[in-house]
């Protein structure tokens, strides 16, 4: 059975940094691609940052570039993002999750859609205090 368990999330005054991170057990991460996504209440679910099973491809949506780092630990089984002078609009439930099928890896298209995407986390609440 594949468990991911987000953590790290909290209250950050706008401008300040926030490291959340994603266990996964039940499979070997490095066979799969990985992402972060996003929820604010009542919008819809969006892709924040894609890496790649190797963490050599990255991919960022254009609001967080420059501010947000994803990267892995692939022997700790465990998935981070990096969150540098957040914006209240960063306000979310955070999740991790793992790609549904092995594809090659195209960032854009995978940070696209949940749909790609099979194994979540019960996510982390990031809240951002202007």
């Known amino acids: 059975q594949v468990q991911a368990v987000e953590s790290g999330g909290g209250l950050v005054q706008a401008g300040g940094s926030l490291n959340i991170s994603c266990t996964v057990s039940?499979?070997?991460?490095?066979?799969?691609?990985m992402g972060w996504f996003r929820q604010a209440p009542g919008k819809a679910r969006e892709g924040v940052a894609c890496?790649?099973?190797?963490?050599?491809?990255?991919y960022y949506r254009d609001s967080v570039k420059g501010r947000f780092t994803i990267s892995r630990d692939n022997a700790k089984s465990t998935l981070y993002l990096q969150m540098d002078n957040v914006k209240p609009e960063d306000t979310a439930m955070y999740y991790c999750?793992?790609?549904?099928?092995?594809?090659?890896?195209?960032?854009?298209?995978?940070?696209?859609?949940?749909?790609?995407?099979?194994?979540w986390g019960q996510g982390t609440q990031v809240t951002v205090s202007a």
């Open positions: 890496i790649s099973w190797s963490g050599v491809g990255t």
């Open positions: 039940g499979l070997t991460l490095e066979d799969y691609h």
């Open positions: 999750a793992a790609e549904r099928e092995t594809q090659v890896w195209n960032g854009r298209q995978l940070c696209s859609s949940s749909s790609f995407f099979a194994y």
